[in-house]
Each structure stands twice: as C-alpha cells, then as structure tokens.
C-alpha cells in the first residue's frame, strides 16, 4: 500500500513529463520555423495572449470556477521576469544554432535545478543523483556535433536561456508546493510576454501569411498545454526528477529535425540520447524507492515567505 502511494504520483509526473516533451518540441519546431522569416514579438506577441485568454477561460470552468490570485507573489514575479527572458533568448538561439547545439544546453538544465533546487526548495540532492547528473552532462558531450571549441554568440544565448528557464521551473515548484492554483503560473508569464512583445511589435512588424498566422496558433495551443502539464509535473516530482526527463524532447526533434528540416543526426547523437535517458531513467528509480522513515530539518527557501 505504502509503494503504491509512492509510487502513484511518480508514474503520473513522468507521463505529464513525456507529454509536455511532446508539445514543446512541437512548439520549438514551429519557433525554428518563425525565427527564419519574423522577428520573435511577431511569434509571441500573439501566442502569449492566446495562451493568457485559454487559461483564463479554464481556470473559470468546472464545478470549482477559479480566480487568478496567487499565494507566492515574489515567487510568480520572478517566474513571470525569467520567463520572458528565457523564451526570447531560445527564440534567437534557434535561429543561430541548429537543434543538436541548442539542445546541448537544453540538456544541461538538470545540473542547474539540482544547484538551484537545494537553497531553495530546500529539497535534499542525494550523491546518486548527482552521479545520475554527471552520467546525463556524458551524453550531451555526444550530442554536441561540432565540439566545444566552436562556441559562438549563439551558444552563449542558448546559455542564458536555460539558467533564465530553470529558475522559471524552480520557481514553478516553489510556488506549487504552496499555492494549488496551477493555471496562474501559465496565466501570469503569458500576459506579461504578450504586453512587452505587444510594445515592442510596432517596431519590427512584418506583413504575415495566413499560413503563418496558422502557425502562431498552433504554437499557442502546443505551448498552452505544455505550461499547464509541465506546472502539474512539478507538483508531483522534485525539479531535478522532471528535468532530465525532458530530455526525451532530444528524440522527438531528431524527428522533426529529419521530416520537417532535413537535419540527419550521426550516430553520436542516439548515443548521447540513450546516456541522457538512461540517466533519467535511474533518477526516476531513486525517486520511486522506499526511503527510510527519518526526520530531518528542512533548511528554509531563499525566496521571502509570502
């Protein structure tokens, strides 16, 4: 009964892990396609308040109809500001870098939420997850096609994207942990990214197909449901659990890296995948394990109490 408990929300954190990998690859897809004609407020000026309206509107449905409010202010502030930042810098890191270089330091985002999550979450990083972590960073050394010496601008933009989008996710299970609210968190970095794009829109506006315009939709829809299954994640499994196992986003933009940008990966980068899964894989199994009944002192968050 005990393992059943334990290893029910487990089961579900993975499947909403691989599900919001599956939509934001999709997404991502869509943005590598804007990024090579529009500039990126065209893109997410529009999405950002498609996706703001969809949370608005389910949030308000169901037996329970829900306001915005949030419980952790400080905390959604620095979700909303990280966010920003972190969905511009990935924009322009598609465009300069294919998908295998981008996703190098995708990759590496599970280092960062095991350093972020102890200070504070507060959460306990166990020397088998950081040996989990190593083996992880091994496989994404194999799917960096063009070595470490060839590091440019665009790299160093996709650097910045993944330290603003962990702290945005480390900030997400902050927040979940205290406030059962999941919809703000999508609702709150959504409108704030539609109101800067919306301002800085005027600027660069270029004139849109209506296939584009297609396109801007279904990224909205893809990113709506990703946010929302990433957010309930996060409330099931600790940070650095969650986060390696998007990595499995790696597979399904080989996919449409091969259909859709004719991006033939070697063969380094399956093995690098299968590291970074395996890896995955074991952080699931010492998440899912009994853990002896000790009592310990929880060291408190730096985020301010709300």
């Known amino acids: 009964m005990i393992a059943r408990s334990v290893t029910g929300p487990v089961t579900a954190g993975v499947g909403l892990t691989a599900l ?42 169901g037996a329970r109809p829900r306001n915005m409010r949030t419980s952790c202010p400080i905390a959604m502030t ?10 511009i810098a990935f924009f322009y890191a598609f465009r300069l870098l294919p998908f ?28 088998q997850i950081w040996t989990a972590l190593a083996l992880g960073s091994v496989g994404v050394m194999c799917l960096f096609p063009a070595g470490l010496e060839s590091i440019g601008g665009g790299h160093l933009i996709a650097l910045a994207a993944v330290i603003l989008g962990t702290v945005s996710m480390v900030a997400s299970r902050y927040i979940g942990k205290r406030d059962d609210n999941l919809l703000a968190q999508v609702f709150y970095p959504n409108l704030a990214l539609m109101l ?3 301002a800085a829109l005027p600027f660069v506006y270029k ?20 946010r929302w299954v990433l957010v309930a994640a996060l409330k099931m499994l600790p940070a650095f659990v969650v986060t390696p196992l998007m ?10 890296g091969i259909l859709i940008f004719g991006e033939m990966p070697g063969a380094m980068v399956f093995v690098g995948a299968a590291i970074i899964i395996a ?5 699931i199994y010492d998440q899912a394990a009994p853990k002896p009944n000790i009592v310990a002192a929880k060291k408190p968050g730096i985020i301010p109490a709300e």
């Open 247 to 256: 990595n499995l986003q790696f597979l399904w933009m080989v996919a449409i």
């Open 20 to 61: 919001y990998t599956l939509l934001i690859s999709s997404a991502d897809g869509i943005t590598k396609l804007f990024a090579a004609n529009y500039a990126a407020p065209q893109l997410f000026a529009l999405s950002g308040g498609i996706v703001a309206l969809l949370s608005f509107l389910v949030n308000r449905k």
């Open 100 to 127: 295998a270089e981008v996703f190098l330091f995708i990759a590496l985002i599970p280092l960062l939420a095991a350093l972020m999550s102890g200070p504070i979450l507060g959460e306990a990083v166990r020397p």
């Open 78 to 87: 620095i979700r909303v500001l990280a966010t920003i930042g972190g969905t």
């Open 196 to 198: 800067v794009m919306g």
């Open 279 to 283: 890896a995955g894989a074991w952080l």
């Open 207 to 226: 004139p849109m197909a209506l296939i584009d315009l297609g396109w801007a939709l279904a990224y909205a829809v893809f990113l709506f449901g990703a």
